[in-house]
């Protein structure tokens, strides 16, 4: 089989290699993949940046030879301990070295930070595909940290990013009132996909509109604590879920003492959060696919054997929602 391998460095680095296909272990589930997910976190681990990234991964080299977490494909073979999935089925979720042509998974997240669920049979793959890091992150920043309300005023900083698309249609969902911020080219995509209104940063500064929210879902982390509170209602609430690629992990650190110094000072909260991979929040989010309560906005296809390019755009910061990698399994029925 196919698989894209790396070592630290710019997208040149990464290579399309031949590789054993893999046998699954006890506990874990052979893919077949037909559609792979573009995330950040790819991009971190090729470059080795910031520092954390390399004491997780690996200082001189990283442990993790492929690249690839967001997935979504077919059974191929389960290891003798797992019971919940068969040769056949339809999945999705979270995994190891997802750009390839087949991938191994623990089938519980309660083994190892992963998790699938059956994709619905009227969502395609390269909507599952895109759902897992992106969609989690939302769902359960809005849900869980948020405490997310109906009728509630909620912003959106990075409205229409990969987890910001998401976070827009699921706060809908939820019933509540929401503005999405974004750039001036994506301010009818993202009213199309729900939000009540947009704000285009280029022209207008959100932290300084005098304009109050009760959940502020910051995607991006390009603004201050004392500015992003200035939005909030009295007992309002951030959740934190981004940070610019190119902010030192110092001042990662201090934003987050910061949040936990404010929030016990405070009647606002201000949270960090990191999603977390399970079964039975990956089901929920295709039941919103297959609903129709939420889609996933792809902005640019690439293959297997262009992930570089797709690292490279990536790079470029300007991606609209999420970036796919097609296989080529399109062999069977979506």
Partial sequence: MKAAFIRYGPPDVIEVNDLD????????????VHTAAVNPLDWKTMTGGPFIIRFLFGLRKPKVKQLGVDVAGRVDAVGRRVTQFKPGDAVFGTCRGAFAEYACTCASARIMKSALARKPEDVTFEQAACAPIAGLTALQGLRDKGRIRPGQMVLINGAAGGVGTFAVQIAKSFGADVTGVCSTRNMDMVRAIGADRAIDYTEEDFT??????DLLFDAVGNHSLSACRRVLNPKGVLVMVGAPSDVPVMSILSR?????????FGSQRLVFFVARANAEDLTILGQ???DGKIRSVVDRGFSLGEVPEALRYLEEGHARGKIVIAIGHYDEAQ
């Fill in 288 to 290: 919103l696919l297959s």
């Fill in 256 to 264: 987050l003492i910061g949040a936990l110094v404010l929030s016990c």
């Fill in 21 to 32: 296909k893999p046998v699954p272990k006890d506990h874990e589930v052979l893919i077949k």
């Fill in 208 to 213: 300084t509109s005098g304009q109050r929210y």
